[in-house]
């Protein structure tokens, strides 16, 4: 492509979408009536910051032109270059890297930056689910997501040990290159077991890819088996706290539990003679709410067309942003402007004020109460976009994401 600066103002010679490349190289071929230079210049960018390096060289000696980059309307990558004479003519030669993840680079996820967020762009086919925790990548969805997208994880440290297994009447146990085997005795509740420390009123999940098969040796006939579980009890062998009923079929079983006191079995077994259990992939970890989820402060930002008055887009427990009777988009009380045929919403919050941009407007403070312990975020319209990171970011942010 060529491009010819006439003047020696500041001026965009190239743009690029954001949410699509994530990187370009550039030779840059410049030719003015008394010189020439070549130039590689490399653009990288996150979303929300942009940087370039170059090379150049010129057939005179002179000294190059230079080019610089900016991000301009939330979405736009520039190339900018002030000719030091006009007329200059520009030929670019482009190789882009395309942007692998919507959530990454869209408006939607431009602030997941961070180390932990959630971006969430819901159009198109592309898979397109961004959820980032501790620097894990937590998936990805080419389909809505309507409920829980701040949903429980498993946090802290691992609670299971396979060396801590115990057998309980008799129970044995084998293992291959991809499953712990449990064998019934045929016993009441022969099962093999973990203890585990627990803090009453926490909340722990149990994770496992588990199915039991029958054993022809004891010429059992191929029917269900309606013994073979994982059970979590408050004493060795009992399934008070929690349990699963287990079929033939290899499946991935989450149970949780609340601990009533300081301690908690975990079992995987209980079936009839020559029955066994074969579990692979057993995690046992204390649940919490979504850990960017930061009850302290954090940002938000909705995109959707136009909903019925009197309808909620988000309900997240006793937080909601809804439409009122009269047409007004609200955060909770915080009445934020009349909804429009699209809407742009970004706010961030702490416990005692919501500050807000609604379609480009400028950024708004208010008092209001923004209740903590969140555990979910219901998505009672489903909105184009949406982001979530756990930090307050800058007024420019929050008016660049709704311009």
């Known amino acids: 492509m060529q491009y010819t600066a006439s003047n020696t103002d500041n001026q965009v010679i190239d743009t690029f979408a954001l949410a ?52 301009t309307n939330a979405n736009t990558g520039q190339v900018l270059v002030t000719p030091s004479s006009a007329p200059v003519t520009y030929t670019l030669t482009r190789t882009d890297t ?27 086919s592309a898979n397109n689910m961004t959820v980032k925790a501790s620097n894990a990548y937590f998936g990805n969805s080419s389909q809505f997501v ?38 019934s005795s045929g016993q009441n509740r022969s099962s093999h077991y973990i203890e585990i420390q627990t803090v009453v009123g926490e909340k722990y999940r149990v994770q496992a890819n588990t199915f039991y098969t029958f054993d022809p040796v004891y010429s059992q006939t191929d029917t269900i088996d ?9 004493s060795v062998g009992q399934s008070d706290l929690t349990y699963v009923q287990l079929t033939k079929t290899e499946a991935q079983y989450n149970l949780d539990f609340i601990a009533t006191g300081n301690t908690a079995f975990v079992s995987f077994g209980h079936g009839t003679l020559g029955t066994s259990v074969s579990a692979r992939s057993i995690s046992i970890k204390e649940v919490a709410p979504f850990p960017t989820y930061n009850q302290s402060n954090g940002t ?27 047409n007004n988009v609200f ?73």
């Open 146 to 183: 309507t409920a829980d997208v701040l949903g429980p994880t498993m946090i802290g440290d691992e609670l299971f040990d396979s060396n801590n297994f115990v057998s309980y009447n008799s129970s044995t146990l084998a293992a291959n290159d991809t499953y712990t085997v449990i064998e």
């Open 226 to 234: 309606k013994g073979s579980r994982i059970a979590v009890g408050s």
């Open 98 to 124: 395309a942007a692998n993840l919507y959530g990454e680079h869209t408006v939607s996820g431009r602030l997941i930056k961070h180390t932990e967020g959630v971006g969430i762009y819901f159009t198109g």
């Open 300 to 326: 938000f930002y909705f995109k959707w067309n136009v909903v019925a008055a009197d309808s909620n887009v988000a309900v997240m427990n006793s937080n909601r942003v809804f439409v009122d009777s009269s």
């Open 331 to 403: 955060i909770n009380t915080v009445n934020c402007g009349a909804q429009q045929a699209t809407n742009k919403l970004a706010y961030t919050y702490d416990g005692n004020t919501v500050q807000h941009s609604f379609n480009g407007a400028a950024v708004l403070s208010e008092s209001e109460t923004y209740y903590s312990n969140v555990t979910s975020c219901s998505l009672a319209t489903v909105p184009e976009e949406m982001s979530y990171v756990p930090v307050v970011i800058s007024n420019t942010n929050l008016t660049g994401l709704t311009s």
């Open 20 to 71: 699509t490349v994530k990187a370009i190289d550039y030779q840059i071929h410049a030719v003015d009536n008394s010189d020439e230079s070549i130039s590689i210049v490399t653009i990288t960018h996150n979303g929300i910051s942009i940087s370039e390096t170059q090379e150049s060289t010129s057939v005179g000696n002179n000294k190059p032109a230079e080019f610089t980059t900016s991000i």
